[in-house]
């Protein structure tokens, strides 16, 4: 997490290759958590307009979050927190990630899709935010 822009816009970074594998057997319990955790954090950060930056380099397919729990999260986002929404930027998105996006497409709002920006490389990236305030982890780097 960190900021950019005079007024202190929030920049949130997920980083997939740390969310947990699938053959957990209490998967659903930790990603039902997590989601909750993710949102009240959101809610606690965001007064303003903010960006999310998806990292989804170095990460097994077994580890991507699946399309019920992605619109699930979409679904409980609040009005408030959508619309502040600036970018959500999608870094090395895999085709897993693009074919998911591109078959949610019609489920979701032309507002919110128009949002979303797919990034591939780290220097693409440092061309559209301040990097300074992003922490990028060394499995992404690499």
């Known amino acids: 997490t960190g ?19 699938s053959s957990r057997a209490d998967y659903n319990y930790v990603m039902e958590n997590l989601f909750l955790y993710v949102i009240s954090t959101l809610e606690l950060m965001v007064a303003e307009d903010y960006m999310i930056v998806y990292l989804n380099g170095a990460t097994p397919r077994r580890r991507m979050p699946g399309l019920g729990w992605m619109k699930k999260c979409y679904q409980m986002i609040d009005r408030r927190l ?12 895999s085709w897993f990630i693009r074919t998911i996006l591109a078959v949610t497409r019609p489920f979701i709002s032309s507002k919110f899709s128009s949002k979303i920006q797919y990034v591939n490389t780290l220097a693409e990236l440092r061309e559209m935010i301040p990097m300074e305030y992003v922490h990028i982890p060394d499995s992404i780097i690499k």
């Not at 900021?3 to 594998?21: H, K, Q, R, S, W």
């Not at 959508?82 to 998105?93: A, D, M, Q, T, Y």
């Open 3 to 21: 900021y950019y822009g005079d007024g202190l816009n929030a920049i949130i970074v997920f980083a997939a290759c740390f969310l947990p594998d």
């Open 82 to 93: 959508r619309k502040n929404l600036k970018s959500f930027i999608i870094v090395h998105p």
